[in-house]
């Protein structure tokens, strides 16, 4: 089972932030947060992925809480091709030799209007 | 970053009969995941494969069900077996490109059982 709790559905307006938020309670200390899309017809895309520390990349920025139970995924300056199912996932992460499996819940509907 | 080629990318079978889904990846990788996405649902992870060793396979999937090959470091093959209309599904393989267990995922092969 998935152990993030996200809203099933958004709107942003094109060129607004958009701020997508994510429940992860029972998160371990060794868990990490991962963020991927989906655009319509697509495979997944990675985003972005954090331990406790806040990310920032050429896509996005991940916004962990100080306890580390909910995280925020960040698009700066939201376009309509950022529209997609936006997946947040927990998961340990084995290192260099990291071979985790992802375990993917609902996702949150994100839709940008012009 | 990975490059990752599905074939085939869409396929229209009958039930009763077989269809075998090949993976490519641009570079060797050590661990491919096949996942399966139901109408409308989100990704579920069928099993992971690595090079040499038998696929492990997720709860509620069997390899008599859904066979993996994986003879080297840069393919592997998923077969769906003996299909009926409910395994109408988007199948996906990924591959692990750690550190950091972010995973790459092919455009995804569209399967329609009638």
């Known amino acids: 089972d998935a152990k993030t709790t996200q809203p099933p559905s958004m709107d942003c307006a094109e060129g607004r932030a958009a701020n997508l938020p994510c429940n992860h309670s029972?998160?371990?200390?060794?868990?990490?947060v991962y963020w991927y899309r989906q655009i319509h017809s697509q495979g997944p895309q990675y985003i972005i992925h954090g331990l406790k520390n806040n990310e920032t990349n050429e896509m996005a920025s991940l916004i962990i809480t100080e306890d580390r139970k909910s995280s925020t995924l960040i698009l700066p300056h939201a376009t309509l091709r950022d529209t997609a199912v936006y997946y947040c996932i927990v998961e340990a992460n084995a290192g260099g030799t990291s071979y985790g499996k992802l375990t993917f819940g609902q996702g949150t509907i994100l839709t940008v209007h012009p | 970053s990975a490059v990752i080629s599905q074939k085939p990318s869409r396929d229209i079978c009958q039930r009763g009969t077989s269809l075998t889904i090949q993976c490519q990846v641009d570079s060797q990788v050590t661990m491919m995941f096949w996942y399966r996405q139901q109408p409308g649902q989100s990704l579920t992870l069928i099993a992971t494969a690595n090079q040499g060793s038998e696929a492990t396979y997720e709860s509620g999937f069997v390899i008599d069900k859904f066979p993996i090959s994986r003879p080297n470091l840069t393919f592997s093959t998923l077969t769906v077996s003996n299909m009926s209309p409910e395994d109408s599904s988007i199948y996906l393989c990924?591959?692990?490109?750690?550190?950091?267990?972010?995973?790459?995922f092919g455009a995804g092969t569209r399967l329609s059982v009638l």
């Open positions: 990924s591959v692990d490109r750690g550190p950091g267990n972010i995973q790459y």
């Open positions: 029972t998160i371990s200390g060794n868990e990490y």
